[in-house]
């Protein structure tokens, strides 16, 4: 059996869709289920300015929960960190081969 790794080279999809998958561990044990935007931040090592702007582009939610500030969800932050990982990204492969030397 490959495993999903491997499987990767015969089918990126699949195994995009394992990475995506269901967990039955906390991804992120000690952050809280709400956090502030300093917090999510942190979790990222970003800084806050760069947290508001995902803010502000929408791509982090956030929740303003009754006579507080926003915070964010430890599940959208999560799901966040798992749409920006960098296989998510294309690759853009040299033609040169390995052996050989721009010239």
Known sequence: MLSPFDDAWLDTAACVEWLKGGYNFDLLPSVPDL???????????ISL???EKLVSLKQLPTVK??????KVRKTDLIKYIQSAFLC?????????SPKSTPK
């Open 35 to 45: 956090m502030s935007l300093y917090t999510a931040a942190c979790v990222l090592d």
């Open 49 to 51: 300015v760069t947290l």
């Open 65 to 70: 929960p009754l006579g507080d500030t926003e």
């Open 88 to 96: 998510n990204e294309p690759v853009l492969i040299s033609e040169f």
